[in-house]
């Protein structure tokens, strides 16, 4: 089961630096979102399309999104990037949004597969939006820790 610790650095470079810390974010004592099987690469473009009404294919597409900042061969973990135009929707989206959003992501083929339901989704989804206020009142930016 994939471990996927979402959290927020100040900057690439910084989030990249964590590889080098065993057990990830939570051990740098960074501000951190634990979870497991959430993909930030093809689970959380979903959610950036149901979030901010483009396509899949546009949230893929964007910069940042579900890029992989650290070297391809090296073995897991991986240190993951995820768009600012996700992390700005998580930010400001409300409470009613949110648990909207939730009801369709946990509908999507791949939170299905792992068997999320729409109330687990929407205690993520809250999580997330949490750690992007968070990261967006510091000036930093969302990044997944991804051990397989």
Not at 5 to 32: K, R
Not at 89 to 114: K, N
Request: one cysteine or more; proline letters at 7%.
């Amino acid at each position: 089961m994939p471990l996927c610790d979402y959290f927020s650095a100040t900057d690439d470079q910084a989030a990249v630096e964590i590889l080098q810390t065993p057990g990830g974010p939570g051990q740098a004592e960074l501000d951190v979102v634990f979870l497991k099987n959430i993909d930030p690469v093809v689970a959380t473009a979903q959610l950036e399309a149901i979030m901010t009404g483009c396509s899949l294919e546009e949230a893929n597409d964007r910069p940042r999104s579900g890029q992989l900042l650290s070297e391809p061969e090296d073995s897991p973990p991986f240190v993951v990037s995820l768009s600012d135009p996700l992390s700005d929707a998580l930010a400001t989206a409300s409470p009613a949004d949110l648990g909207r959003f939730a009801e369709l992501w946990s509908m999507t083929h791949e939170l299905r597969q792992i068997g999320i339901r729409v109330e687990a989704t929407a205690e993520v989804l809250e999580a997330l939006a949490g750690l992007a206020q968070r990261a967006r009142a510091s000036d930093q930016r969302l990044y997944c820790w991804w051990a397989l």
